[in-house]
């Protein structure tokens, strides 16, 4: 069962080893990500940022689909990481079970593109032009979205932040 579904453009770092995955109680991280899972160094580093005692897992998004659409994977409390709306629209497009969408920290690290300046919406979240219609689109799909860094924090509809289409 998907216990939280997140967006973070740093996927494994603090706030998820440390606050998150103690506040869901989770037992498995899947990080779905085509660049860290074709990346020896990145998925060496992030299981070495994921919490001890939770099995780890860094998948291509298709790979991921597939893992989290596996019967076998119902028992199991899961937290799922992508680092970005687009990776975040595919997997709510074709993962069943995801039971709503928390947006964490987006586009103060995430690489720069030519030509597309990014709008701050956030303390820790910004988006260019085509990744705000990505979480246009997101929300367009029906789940809840919020905005949430930490979980002491007031969870924040994502529509306040970045209107709807």
Not at 40 to 69: C, E, F, H, R, Y
Not at 83 to 108: C, E
Not at 140 to 155: D, F, R
Request: aromatic share 4%.
């Amino acid at each position: 069962m998907i216990k939280l579904f997140r967006i973070d453009e740093r996927l494994i770092h603090g706030q998820i080893a440390i606050k998150w995955s103690r506040h869901t109680g989770v037992d498995s991280i899947v990080v779905a990500n085509d660049n860290a899972a074709a990346s020896p160094m990145i998925q060496k580093s992030l299981k070495m940022a994921a919490p001890p005692g939770i099995k780890t897992v860094i998948k291509t998004l298709d790979s991921a689909i597939s893992t989290l659409n596996d019967p076998r994977c119902e028992p199991l409390k899961v937290l799922v990481l992508v680092n970005s709306p687009a990776d975040a629209l595919k997997m709510v497009q074709n993962v069943k079970g995801i039971p709503f969408v928390n947006v964490g920290n987006y586009g103060r690290v995430a690489p720069k593109k030519p030509g597309k300046e990014r709008a701050r919406f956030d303390n820790n979240l910004y988006c260019d032009d085509e990744e705000t219609k990505e979480f246009q689109e997101l929300m367009g799909l029906g789940l809840e979205c919020i905005y949430q860094t930490t979980p002491e924090e007031p969870a924040v509809p994502l529509k306040k932040l970045i209107p709807e289409k």
